[in-house]
């Protein structure tokens, strides 16, 4: 959609994190006026409050939080609501909930950077008949929705014997269009496609090439791919309450379904799942969250 | 665009038009110079297979087998048993017994995506350009505004019906400092889609900021000195350069917060939480996914769930569609 200035190189950009050069920009030349910055402030508590209000009504016990007028620091009750959450929650626990979530989405994301690398690469670098079609397949297959196939893939499952199992909620986003595209955006520009001549002509086969040329210069790429996928497949609902339906396994978010209708009524035990189950993307997001940005802007700018 | 050292290549039989990257290798052996063809033709195909595979089998497939299902009874229970009904599922959702509530969930699906969507999105317009200002802390506020992007959407609804709570909720306790209120949130229809909104918008809003503030960070800086020149103020520069610069940006955000607003289900779903009923009591938040959801895995009829399904992908057809007329004409106004 837009065009990227070729002198900045997307490596570099995804690294940083910071999406264009400082020097381009109308409003970079500008210094924020007090209004903006006090806008901002009041947008970044809105965004934030939710949150810290989460750790104050997790910490409380069920008559503090719905006091009013209502807490606004944490109260002593958060081991005690987290232990039992954990230990509880969902039928097996809040921890065997986290467990699973990390199962599916650690494998989904490694599988989705693998296989998004090869295809991508293959569309940014190879010819081969077909190509241009096979892309345009992939893009519009990115605008058929989930819930369209959810009936079929419910059957799908049964008859596979995955029902109530992971591996339903792995299969379906082995690999995603998403991820195909966007490797292949990154690559168009990022791969030299001297590197790759001079490979071959040393005489490496296709997967030699992949394995000791593209990763390398991919590498950047397929960290952001990698955490906004897990990021993703991580915080999918639909899909898990249908497949996990008899939650003898839940995942993080069906775990979260089951506190919130009807399993308890108590809001600081309730709270205190919705921050267990929030609280490791939390991390993921304060360590790496300039890639994360990076990473959502290039997917983005380029659809 | 050739890459020409490859088209020596790949192109079997008879002298390669470009010789010069075989002369440089020493001769291969037969089996090898095959082998390496071979590998050359073929790998491309075998790159691309793992994601047509799982394309064919997980999305396709259930795509078409979901037209097929929707037009037979198919019992939750027995999901191998399909009785032929033609377009009676159809028929019954537009005029049928259920009508009345699918025209219902028609209806808040487009209602609680407006009301989700266009305040949004405008506001994401409006913080991006100020985060493109010389800023303080720029990175901090980027992470913050990214946050709620990181919650999911049942531990944010979980949260948000505590806010939202008839009993000591936070938003009734801010309304009684101004002397307003108590609102029943949940129970009116307004009142209820209203707080839904507010969910999706904390979501979203600082994700789609980001997007429109990398857009607008590649507009040529010349365009804003030559505005400038022309003694544009502040506001006309916005109106007049980074508008219409965003004008692709803008409609990818709108297009992909449209398909996500059809599709809403999580937040309608537990939002009633305690009370049990997934889209509210009096269906007054319910959407067409709550619909599909309750019709298909609640009442067990898998059929009527697949044409529901079918229906909400014509009316993203639509959209899709709508979006094309959309970007050609302004592609043609330029």
Redesign the interface.
Known sequence: MTTVPASDSPARRLRKGTPRPRARGAGGQHRAGPFALATLILVSVASLFPLYWTLVAASSDGHRVIATPPPLVPGGNLFHNIGYVWEHAGARGMGVALLNSTLVAGTVALSTVAFSVLAGFAFAKLRFPGRGALLALVVSTMAVPAQVSIVPLFILMKHLGLGNQLGALILPTLVTAFGVFFMRQYLTQALPTELLEAARVDGANSLRVVWHVVVPVARPAMAVLGMLTFVQSWNDFLWPIIAMNGAINPTVQVALAGLGTGWSTDWSIITAGALVGTLPLLLVFTVFGRQIVGGITQGALKG | M??P???G??DPPGPPPTTT?QA??PA?SGLRSR??RW???V??????A???L??A???L???L??GW?SLHRVSLYN?DKADWVGFQNYWDLFFGAPSHYFWNALGNTVTLGLLSTVPQLLAALG?A????????AR?????????????????????????F?P????AN?LL?LVGAGPVRWEAGPWSSQFAISVIVI?RWT??NA??Y?????????D??EAAAIDGAS?WQ?FRN??IPQLR??IL??VVVSF?GA??L??EP??F???S?H?GGADHQYETL?VF??DQ??HSSM?GR??AI??I??GL?LLV?LANTLIARRLRSAK
């Open positions: 050739a890459t050292t490859r088209t290549r790949s990257t440089r290798r291969p082998l390496h590998d050359h033709r790998s491309p195909y075998v790159f691309v793992p994601f047509f799982v394309f089998v997980f999305g497939f259930p795509l087998y979901t299902l999901v913080l350009h100020l985060l493109n200002y010389k800023l303080p990175g901090f506020f980027r992470t913050a505004l990214l946050a709620p992007y990181a919650t999911s959407v049942a531990a944010a609804t979980l949260v948000f019906a505590l806010v709570s009993e000591g909720g936070m306790w009684s904390w600082g994700y980001l997007i503030l990398a857009a607008m960070q590649a507009i040529p800086r365009l804003y502040r520069q350069v980074t692709p940006t990818f955000t398909i059809t599709q289900f999580g779903y537990l009633g939480g305690q049990g997934q996914g599909m959801y298909g895995f898998l769930a697949s399904a079918w909400m992908f993203l899709g």
